[in-house]
Each structure stands twice: as C-alpha cells, then as structure tokens.
C-alpha cells in the first residue's frame, strides 16, 4: 500500500508543476511614455489640432505602463468621455497642476480621457484618448516536448519532430526544466511497477 500513498503525494506535486510550466504567465516591464515625445503637452496650433490622436494611435498602451505629461503653464485633467469631449473640467476624475512634469500610471483597462486644464487649449486640440489593454502578455514559446524515460528494455522511442529545434527552458525564467518532468515521470512509472 505504500507505493500507492507515494504515487497520490507524487502526483499531488507533479501535476501542479507541469501546469504552471507551460503556463505563459510572466508579463513585460511596464513602459513610460512621454506624451507629445519631444513636443510635449501643449497647445496644438491650428495645423495640429490633432496630434494627440496621431501620438496616440501609433502606440499601444497597457495597464501598468505610464503616461509622462511635460508642460509650461499649463494642468493635466483626467476627466470622463462627456468631460473630454466638451472640454468640461467641472467633475474631474483627477486634475494635476503639479509644476510640468507629470507622471500617470494607467492601472486599469479601458478607455482614458485627459484634457488641459485651460478650457480654450482643450477645444484647440490639447486632449488625449486612450484605449489602456490589460498586462502585457510575454512571448513565452512552448516547452520541448519530454522524451519518456528509457527503463523499460527493448523499447526506444521515436526521435521527437522537435529535438535540438526547439525552445528550451531554463530555471532562469522560473520554470521548472524539462530534465526534472523526466525524473519524475519515471519515479511515477517506477512506483506504478512495484
């Protein structure tokens, strides 16, 4: 009976470790953007009334990342679509006035609205939406496909489509190797047998 005890305590380890290794769950660094890049967070002139939306439309933003304001004179205003689309700072969400350096962290999904402070620069062009996606997922390729063990005589597997082409996986990225499933897949096949 005592093989059978170590087979469940076995499998209770084994099962969860091969689930959370091909499990793709680490996500990116977060990354800050300067908003406007060189430009900055200013008055739009009459030709540009729209560069925000140009700014904006060529990135993608995710929660965590950050939103960097550089400004003169002037405030940052996170208010709601009705907010935005008026230039109504009446019922901010948050309003920043903080000097000309400010630092926005985009902590959940969804549409995010900013305006100047200065209702005339707003109606210019000066407001920003974006569209915030959830945690930057990591390219995480699959894991090798483990070959099983060679206990048993007389019977050799056939060499794996992936073998020397595939990924490996390191304890660096905190997954468990491939070399310790195989450990354990054959103490699991050796306590079966007893």
């Known amino acids: 009976m005592a093989p059978r005890s170590v087979l469940c305590c076995v499998c209770a380890l084994v099962i969860p470790v091969i689930f959370f290794s091909a499990t793709p769950t680490m996500v990116v ?22 560069m925000y939306n140009l700014w904006a439309s060529r990135r993608r933003f995710h929660v965590g990342d950050s939103l960097r304001f550089e400004y003169t004179n002037d405030s940052v205003v996170v208010v709601d679509k009705w907010g935005f689309y008026h230039c109504n700072t009446s019922s901010p969400i948050t309003a920043y006035t903080d000097g000309n350096n400010t630092l926005i962290t985009l902590d959940q999904p969804g ?3 900013f305006i ?4 005339h620069h707003c109606k210019e062009g000066q407001r920003l939406l974006i569209e915030v996606f959830p945690l930057h997922p990591r390219s995480h390729s699959p894991p090798a496909i483990a070959r099983p063990p060679q206990s048993f005589p007389g019977i050799s597997p056939a060499p794996s489509p992936l073998s020397n082409s595939g990924p490996t996986i390191s304890s660096a990225d905190g997954v468990v190797s491939i070399s310790v499933v195989s450990v354990l897949v054959a103490f699991v096949a050796t306590a079966l047998m007893a």
């Open 116 to 119: 100047s402070g200065d209702h």
């Open 29 to 50: 660094a977060a990354e800050e953007f300067k908003v406007g890049d060189a430009l900055g967070w200013r008055q739009p002139t009459l030709n540009e009334t729209d």
């Open 111 to 113: 549409p995010m609205y």
